[in-house]
């Protein structure tokens, strides 16, 4: 899993778009592999990431939003994460990677919820794994097991990562199968320059284009060839026949330098760009095609539950297994409607949006951040980050809606797939309809209490540790 890898911001998904980045090993993979193009996640890191482990949407566990440091407390140990289940089928499990899903105690890190070890950072690192500065707080998040690591030597995140990965890939038993989940933090900020050899596809545009840009360009290459290494390291030990290889982003790009273009939005809007990445399926036995089939990121639980055919059953979860539809191009997909997200907090609308959405009111809060879709229909609440990005070094023109958003928005994914066209008032019923279902998530909508605790924040940029144990 990428960490905010954009939309348009791989090779294969950015012809005509005029962007420079370069992803030869992932433009390879695509062409043998089945190219998810309707596969959604969350508009954000926690989110996505929860909603992957759990099988469950967030406004079930209360993982609506970014579990940052110092906050406490984590994801719910009630929840059963994908792990705990692999573990039951006989799988080997390691974590390399970001977590972001809870550590003010050890009982929320990912060595203590199905995972037989975990090595990175519990929130957010920097890509040159140094210490960290977020707001008032100077961290350093890096460890095994629970226990803190230092990195010798100069190293970058996702070379750091592969090798770790390698490392477990060379170790491992083959007579029993194993379940590797690697979330890198590339391409996430801060932006710095990749090492020099990922530097010199990019060195033309210094000066011409946002910096920003350049580094995250840098940073995508990089990425590209870690993924590489990976591949490499499985062949080398035969085993890359009969793995199940899944690569996608944890949302879209950030508005400040990636590309979700032809898309609208970025991270952290629910708009198309903010909740799809580029997505991928390889194994020996599936055809290459591309999908546009309707994937949910809480999906993947049960779908990799059925193809390695674990009757394990899977509690009281909210995703649908796609590994036919995956399979065969022919098969329709199970899923037809897909909560998006749903925010726990809500406010009041202004008096005069009130009375203009008088009848919705009674459904649902449309003060309430949440997006919604059934077949070709998407419903958005409170709508943000609505401008369509080109790559900076193209001659594109991003720009921005004609008209201010409204509090409500409707829009035909079929006819409308880059979101131009709201349709809201020529669609009373479906508005109706969609709402009718937000409402329903809303009766069992979870809401954690977080609290920033000062405890949690290491003094001289030492190291993050659980601090409620």
Known sequence: MADDLGYGDVGYKAVGSGSAVKTPFLDSLAEVSVQM???????????????????????????????????????????????????????????VGKWHLGHCKSAYLPHRRGFDSFFGYVALTSQLMTPLHVRDCCTSDLMYNGEPVTVEGNSFESELVARKVNEIIKKHNQSKPLFAYVAFQAVHVPFVEAPEEYRKPYESMLG????????????????????????????????WEDTLFVFTSDNGGAARAASNWPLRGAKLGYYEGGIRGPTLVHHSSLSSYVSNKMMHITDWLPTIMSAIQCDENLHDIDGVDQWDAIKDESIKTPRNTMLINL???????????????????????????????????????????????????????????????????????????????????????????????LAEHQKRNVKLKHHLDKAGCSENCGPVLPWLD
């Open 208 to 239: 011409k284009v946002n910096e920003n840009r350049y580094k995250l360009l840098t940073m995508i290459s990089a990425l590209d060839r870690a993924l590489e290494n990976i591949v490499g390291s499985l062949k080398d030990a035969e085993m």
């Open 343 to 437: 925010l726990p907090n809500s406010s009041k609308p202004k008096k005069s949006v009130m009375e203009e959405y008088k009848e919705e009111m009674k459904i649902f809060n449309i003060g309430t951040p949440a997006a919604v879709r059934k077949h070709d229909f998407k419903l958005l609440t409170v709508p943000t980050h609505g401008v369509w990005t080109a790559p900076r070094e193209s001659t594109i023109v991003s720009r921005k809606p004609a008209t201010d958003t409204k509090p409500l928005e409707l829009y035909n994914l079929a006819n409308d797939p880059y979101e131009q066209h709201e349709i809201s008032e020529e669609h009373p019923e479906v508005v109706k309809e969609l709402l009718e279902i």
């Open 37 to 95: 193009d309707n596969h959604y996640t969350l508009q954000k890191c926690t989110p996505t990431r929860a909603a992957l482990m759990t099988g469950k949407y967030t406004s079930r566990t209360g993982a609506q939003n970014s579990i940052r440091f110092k906050f406490t407390p984590g994801l719910p140990l009630e929840h059963i994460l994908m792990p705990e289940y692999l573990k039951r089928c006989g799988f080997a499990t390691h974590m």
